[in-house]
């Protein structure tokens, strides 16, 4: 939740209004997460821009680089890495 939050809270700040929030509309959303199933999971997806259309998350106009939050997970900048919220999506 943590990792994501500033990076994504600007835009989605209903699930930053609790942990049960956040529980809701990401965790427990089938739509954001696939639980055991990284690939097949939107949250997934879009953080390594393959999201519906190319979307990816956060939109390249939120950056001034215009990094997804893959870019910035590869530079460092990010708390979690895509590689370890895919491990933890495996282990839901
Ligand atoms: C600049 C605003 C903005 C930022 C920052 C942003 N998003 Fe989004 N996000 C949107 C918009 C707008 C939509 C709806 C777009 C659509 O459905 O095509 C969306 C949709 C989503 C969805 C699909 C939700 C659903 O129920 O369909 C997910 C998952 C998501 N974002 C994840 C993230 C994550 C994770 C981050 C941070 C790494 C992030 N977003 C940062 C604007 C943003």
Excluded at 55 to 72: A, C, E, I, K, T
Aim: aromatic letters at 10%.
């Amino acid at each position: 939740m943590n990792a994501f939050a500033p990076t994504c809270q600007t835009c989605h700040s209903t699930w930053y209004t609790s942990f049960a929030a956040f529980e809701d509309n990401v965790i427990n959303d089938p739509v954001v997460i696939t639980k055991g199933d990284p690939d097949g999971s939107l949250l997934i997806l879009y953080l390594e821009e393959n999201g519906p259309g190319s979307v990816q998350m956060p939109p390249s106009f939120f950056d001034p680089q215009g990094d997804s939050f893959m870019d910035m997970s590869d530079k460092g900048e990010t708390a979690l890495t895509v590689q370890e919220i895919r491990d933890w999506i495996s282990g839901l």
